[in-house]
């Protein structure tokens, strides 16, 4: 996902990344000739991509997913508390997810494989909403810089900004990207906030400079 935004960042300035474009392609001439030189990864590929809904970590992950609209239901307002998804899940449902089942997972950072429903079912309904308007808020924050964005720097950090947002939402959907435990959740949403705050930030610095450019000229 990470490799697909940053390729759409290039395309969005093909200009100024066109020079660079043989070297990337180089790469991924190079990655797929691996893949298609090792028989094991190639097999796995093919078999998963044909037999996706039959995958055991697929139907591992629908399986735990049931589950936690299971706790949400139980709970829907305020949920099961934060950072008890790894108790509940195996002391009120003792789901069988296989060698997974064991004691090593249980308040050991088992979670719910998706971001949106592992909040949605220690918060309930008031912390997911939180966590949407949280959502919104840096979705409409990107845009905002892109539209006011004053050179192309800041609007390619703009541009970044909302696609590496975009990608951890579509990563959101089959793991947990922010810890399941409270203390581990803390330091991982700590980082997520500085690096948003470092966005911001080269953003302005970036329409700043130009700002400062346009008066020189002037």
Not at 154 to 171: D, K, N, P, Q
Request: with cysteine; net charge positive.
């Amino acid at each position: 996902m990470f490799f697909l935004s940053a390729a759409a960042l290039c395309a969005l300035h093909r200009e100024r990344w066109r020079k660079w474009s043989p070297v990337a392609l180089t790469l991924l001439a190079g990655l797929v000739f691996t893949a298609l030189a090792s028989p094991r990864m190639s097999k796995y590929v093919v078999r998963t991509s044909a037999q996706f809904f039959v995958e055991a970590g697929v139907e591992r992950r629908m399986k735990i997913w049931k589950d936690t609209l299971r706790m949400f239901r139980a709970r829907p307002l305020t949920g099961t508390g934060l950072g008890t998804y790894d108790e509940i899940a195996f002391s009120r449902y003792g789901a069988p997810y296989g060698h997974f089942s064991d004691d090593r997972f249980r308040r050991g950072g088992w979670h719910a494989h998706n971001v949106h429903l592992h909040i949605l079912a220690e918060t309930g309904i008031l912390g997911f909403s939180a966590w949407v308007y949280f959502l919104f808020c840096l979705a409409a924050m990107g845009v905002r810089s892109r539209k006011q964005s004053r050179s192309p720097e800041s609007r390619a950090l703009s541009e970044a900004f909302l696609l590496s947002g975009a990608c951890f939402l579509v990563l959101s959907m089959t793991e947990n990207l922010i810890a399941p435990r409270v203390h581990q959740s803390f330091r991982m949403n700590l980082t997520l906030a500085l690096l948003i705050l470092l966005s911001l930030s080269s953003i302005r610095w970036a329409d700043r400079a130009a700002g400062r450019a346009g008066v020189l000229v002037e």
